[in-house]
């Protein structure tokens, strides 16, 4: 079984920053890859960004430029640094990591963001 566990949301001014944390913990030695997702109200959940074990990297044309998603293998963590943040960025961000053994999906229960002045 796999536990996947966020934190760092908070309320921040637009133009500032925050740092998202995801703890991935049980049966991890076949996570393949994590992702940070976010829903905004009424709208669908998205894709922000995601990371492989081998460190690739890839995200929506929306973030980039100012999130970097990153891992230490030693905490069994995956980071989302955003910058330069705008009101359009608030939503509640879930992380989720892939079993490519099992073929499963575990999703956090996710932290909330909201930039406002």
């Known amino acids: 079984q796999v536990q996947v566990v966020e934190s760092g949301g908070g309320l921040v001014q637009p133009g500032g920053s925050l740092r998202l944390s995801c703890v991935v913990s049980?049966?991890?030695?076949?996570?393949?890859?994590v992702a940070w997702y976010r829903q905004a109200p009424e709208k669908q959940r998205e894709l922000v960004a995601t990371?492989?074990?081998?460190?690739?990297?890839n995200y929506v044309d929306s973030v980039k430029a100012r999130f970097t998603i990153s891992r230490d293998d030693a905490k069994n963590t995956v980071y989302l640094k955003m910058n330069s943040l705008k009101p359009e960025d608030t939503a509640v961000y879930y992380c989720?990591?892939?079993?490519?053994?099992?073929?499963?999906?575990?999703w956090g229960q996710g932290t909330q963001v909201t930039v406002s002045s």
């Open positions: 989720y990591a892939y079993d490519v053994f099992s073929r499963r999906g575990y």
């Open positions: 049980g049966s991890i030695f076949s996570i393949d890859a």
């Open positions: 990371i492989t074990r081998s460190g690739s990297t």
